[in-house]
C-alpha cells in the first residue's frame, strides 16, 4: 500500500534546495502545534471506528509529545499506553528487507539475480525473470496470496488459529497467473516480502526470525520488537479489534503466522521511534547499499520502505494494516522528526488518517 497524500507526487527522496533545510533549527513542538494535534485528534479520532489510538512526535531537541485518545481494551477500559506492545503488521517489510541488504552487503545475494536462482525448489512463476530486486520493489507481478478469500475460509473455520507455514502462503499466490509481467508494473504483495523470507532462510540456514533478530534488532538493541508466531504478545500489550459482519471482534491472539516476514512482527511506541530514525538513515547498511534502498520509483516504493511527501516535505518509513491493528511509522530527517502511529483497529484505516492529518498539519507551519 502506497500513501499518497493529496495530489503531491513522490517521486524522489533525493534532497531539493528548499527552506526545510533550516526546519532542524526552529522549535516545532510549540504550544500552538499541540493544541492544534489535540485538536486533531478530537476531530479525527471520534470518527474512526478505533477503541483507541496513540501518536508520538518526536522532535531532537525537544521533549516527545504524546496523544492518546480511547481505550487499548474494550473489557477492562484500560486506556492507551505508550508502553504496551503491538502488531506492527506490514512494518514488518522493513526489517525483512533490511536483513535481506545486509545478507546483499556480504555478498550472498545479488539485488538483480532471479529469485529462481536461489529457490528453484519453489517452482516460483517466471522465477527466472523475477529478480531479488523487483520483490523488494514491489514489482515481480506475484499475486498477493493475501487478497484470496479462499486462502482465509480455512482460517476463519479453525477459529482464527490455523497455523500457516510459509510454503503455504506461497502456494495460494502460485496457483494464480501472474498480475503483470515482471518488472513493468508496481503492485503491493505480501508474496514478495514472504520469499524474501524464504531467502533468508535459504541462504542462512537459519528461521527468519534469528535472522532478522541476530541481525537487526538485537544489533539495534530493540528489546520489545519481534518476529511472531505466537498467538500472545509479551506484556503489557494493546488489544486489537476489527468489525466484521457479526460486529467487533476481538483479533488480538489471532494467529499472526499468516503474516510471516511480510507481517507477523510485534513492537512498541519506544523501538518503533528508534526503528523509524535507523530505517530512514540506512541503519546497518553500506553507502552502496543505502543508495540501493532508497531507488524510489514513482509509485514511492523502496526496497521494503515508502516515501510520503506533501509540499516536498520528505518522510520515509512504512505503514502497516493487519486485523486489530493500523500503525504508521515515519522519519523525516529535514525535520529530525519521527511520528508513530498506533490505532487498535484496523477497519477505516484510523492511523492512516491522523498521520495524513499531522504530515499535512506539520508542512503547512
Same mark, same amino acid.
Given at each position: 500500500?502506497?500513501?499518497?497524500?493529496?495530489?503531491?507526487?513522490?517521486?524522489?527522496?533525493?534532497?531539493?534546495?528548499?527552506?526545510?533545510?533550516?526546519?532542524?533549527?526552529?522549535?516545532?513542538?510549540?504550544?500552538?502545534?499541540?493544541?492544534?494535534?489535540?485538536?486533531?485528534?478530537?476531530?479525527?479520532?471520534?470518527?474512526?471506528?478505533?477503541?483507541?489510538?496513540?501518536?508520538?512526535?518526536?522532535?531532537?531537541?525537544?521533549?516527545?509529545?504524546?496523544?492518546?485518545?480511547?481505550?487499548?481494551?474494550?473489557?477492562?477500559?484500560?486506556?492507551?499506553?505508550?508502553?504496551?506492545?503491538?502488531?506492527?503488521?506490514?512494518?514488518?517489510?522493513?526489517?525483512?528487507?533490511?536483513?535481506?541488504?545486509?545478507?546483499?552487503?556480504?555478498?550472498?545475494?545479488?539485488?538483480?539475480?532471479?529469485?529462481?536462482?536461489?529457490?528453484?525448489?519453489?517452482?516460483?512463476?517466471?522465477?527466472?525473470?523475477?529478480?531479488?530486486?523487483?520483490?523488494?520493489?514491489?514489482?515481480?507481478?506475484?499475486?498477493?496470496?493475501?487478497?484470496?478469500?479462499?486462502?482465509?475460509?480455512?482460517?476463519?473455520?479453525?477459529?482464527?488459529?490455523?497455523?500457516?507455514?510459509?510454503?503455504?502462503?506461497?502456494?495460494?499466490?502460485?496457483?494464480?497467473?501472474?498480475?503483470?509481467?515482471?518488472? *513493468?508494473?508496481?503492485? %503491493?504483495?505480501?508474496?514478495?516480502?514472504?520469499? +524474501?523470507? $524464504?531467502?533468508?532462510?535459504?541462504? @542462512? &540456514?537459519? /528461521?527468519?526470525?534469528?535472522?532478522?533478530?541476530?541481525?537487526?534488532?538485537?544489533?539495534?538493541?530493540?528489546?520489545?520488537?519481534?518476529?511472531?508466531?505466537?498467538?500472545?504478545?509479551?506484556?503489557?500489550?494493546?488489544?486489537?479489534?476489527?468489525?466484521?459482519?457479526?460486529?467487533?471482534?476481538?483479533?488480538?491472539?489471532?494467529?499472526?503466522?499468516?503474516?510471516?516476514?511480510?507481517?507477523?512482527?510485534?513492537?512498541?511506541?519506544?523501538?518503533?521511534?528508534?526503528?523509524?530514525?535507523?530505517?530512514?538513515?540506512?541503519?546497518?547498511?553500506?553507502?552502496?547499499?543505502?543508495?540501493?534502498?532508497?531507488?524510489?520509483?514513482?509509485?514511492?516504493?523502496?526496497?521494503?520502505?515508502?516515501?510520503?511527501?506533501?509540499?516536498?516535505?520528505?518522510?520515509?518509513?512504512?505503514?502497516?494494516?493487519?486485523?486489530?491493528?493500523? *500503525?504508521?511509522?515515519? %522519519?523525516?530527517?529535514?525535520?529530525?522528526?519521527? +511520528?508513530? $502511529?498506533?490505532?487498535?483497529?484496523? @477497519? &477505516?484505516? /484510523?492511523?492512516?488518517?491522523?498521520?495524513?492529518?499531522?504530515?499535512?498539519?506539520?508542512?503547512?507551519?
Amino acid at each position: 500500500m502506497v500513501l499518497l497524500i493529496g495530489a503531491q507526487v513522490m517521486t524522489s527522496c533525493k534532497k531539493e534546495s528548499t527552506d526545510y533545510d533550516n526546519l532542524s533549527a526552529a522549535k516545532i513542538l510549540t504550544p500552538k502545534v499541540k493544541a492544534q494535534l489535540e485538536a486533531m485528534a478530537d476531530s479525527v479520532f471520534p470518527k474512526t471506528y478505533a477503541p483507541g489510538i496513540i501518536a508520538l512526535l518526536s522532535v531532537e531537541g525537544e521533549p516527545d509529545y504524546i496523544i492518546k485518545r480511547g481505550t487499548s481494551n474494550l473489557t477492562t477500559n484500560e486506556p492507551m499506553h505508550e508502553s504496551n506492545a503491538f502488531r506492527i503488521a506490514s512494518v514488518t517489510k522493513t526489517f525483512t528487507g533490511t536483513a535481506v541488504m545486509m545478507l546483499a552487503d556480504e555478498g550472498l545475494i545479488h539485488l538483480d539475480s532471479a529469485i529462481s536462482v536461489y529457490l528453484p525448489e519453489y517452482h516460483i512463476p517466471s522465477g527466472d525473470i523475477i529478480t531479488v530486486r523487483m520483490l523488494g520493489n514491489m514489482r515481480s507481478g506475484l499475486f498477493n496470496y493475501s487478497e484470496d478469500p479462499e486462502f482465509w475460509e480455512p482460517f476463519i473455520a479453525s477459529g482464527y488459529t490455523l497455523e500457516f507455514p510459509p510454503d503455504s502462503l506461497l502456494a495460494a499466490s502460485f496457483r494464480h497467473p501472474l498480475n503483470f509481467p515482471p518488472g *513493468t508494473a508496481y503492485e %503491493y504483495s505480501n508474496t514478495n516480502t514472504v520469499l +524474501l523470507g $524464504v531467502l533468508l532462510e535459504k541462504i @542462512t &540456514g537459519k /528461521p527468519a526470525v534469528d535472522v532478522i533478530r541476530e541481525k537487526v534488532t538485537v544489533p539495534l538493541n530493540l528489546t520489545r520488537t519481534y518476529l511472531g508466531g505466537p498467538f500472545y504478545m509479551n506484556t503489557p500489550y494493546t488489544h486489537g479489534y476489527t468489525i466484521r459482519d457479526e460486529g467487533m471482534l476481538n483479533t488480538t491472539n489471532w494467529n499472526p503466522s499468516w503474516g510471516y516476514t511480510a507481517g507477523a512482527m510485534v513492537s512498541n511506541l519506544a523501538d518503533m521511534k528508534k526503528w523509524a530514525r535507523y530505517l530512514a538513515e540506512g541503519a546497518l547498511l553500506s553507502e552502496a547499499m543505502k543508495a540501493e534502498r532508497f531507488k524510489f520509483s514513482s509509485d514511492n516504493y523502496g526496497f521494503c520502505v515508502e516515501l510520503a511527501n506533501y509540499k516536498k516535505d520528505l518522510w520515509v518509513g512504512h505503514p502497516g494494516t493487519m486485523p486489530g491493528f493500523n *500503525t504508521q511509522v515515519w %522519519y523525516n530527517s529535514a525535520r529530525k522528526a519521527t +511520528l508513530i $502511529v498506533v490505532a487498535n483497529c484496523d @477497519t &477505516g484505516m /484510523p492511523a492512516q488518517s491522523f498521520m495524513i492529518a499531522t504530515i499535512i498539519l506539520l508542512a503547512n507551519l
